[in-house]
């Protein structure tokens, strides 16, 4: 990543949950702002569905049958997404990606050299364990890029919505 003054690319890492689109509204904000590419990624961690396979917790047809209602949770969540963008007048490239979430992500953000990487607030950690092994503790802690994560979800959307 070289030093750029500002921002050219940003990406958005979406997952299954609220957090994600209230980090997707403020992505599409500050790449309408700085008028930026924007890229949101959803990655369907078929690497902890294959270690469930192992385990024998789950049989292989179940293990597929998983993964496809993964695979369309991240489509719908992504066409929310650029719904989201394209109404705002943003280009959005948008991939879902398979294997480890946060290997994906950081390959993602290197492939596309990413200035900036928004997401969602984080979930509180349990315990110490889950602080270390959260996948987006470590992608927040881990990303070669700047990161933002997105907390308060009512003055983004005010924002969004008066864009």
């Not at 403020?26 to 902890?48: G, M, P, S």
Request: charged share 35%; net charge negative.
């Amino acid at each position: 990543m070289s030093f750029k003054t500002r921002p050219e690319k940003i990406m958005v890492f979406v997952e299954a949950n609220e957090e994600s689109i209230t980090a997707a509204q403020y992505a599409v904000c500050l790449a309408r702002w700085l008028n930026c590419e924007l890229y949101a990624v959803y990655v369907v961690d078929v690497k902890t569905l294959h270690d469930l396979l192992k385990a024998k917790i789950f049989v292989e047809m179940e293990e597929m049958d998983y993964q496809h209602d993964l695979e369309e949770d991240g489509r719908r969540y992504l066409n929310y997404v650029r719904d989201l963008a394209e109404s705002k007048g943003v280009h959005i490239y948008t991939d879902l990606l398979k294997g480890d979430v946060v290997a994906e992500i950081q390959r993602k953000v290197e492939e596309i050299d990413v200035d900036l990487l928004v997401m969602g607030k984080l979930e509180e950690p349990e315990s110490r364990r889950d602080f270390y092994y959260n996948d987006g503790e470590r992608i927040f802690r881990r990303t070669p890029c700047p990161a933002i994560m997105v907390k308060e979800d009512e003055p983004v959307r005010l924002m969004y919505d008066q864009l």
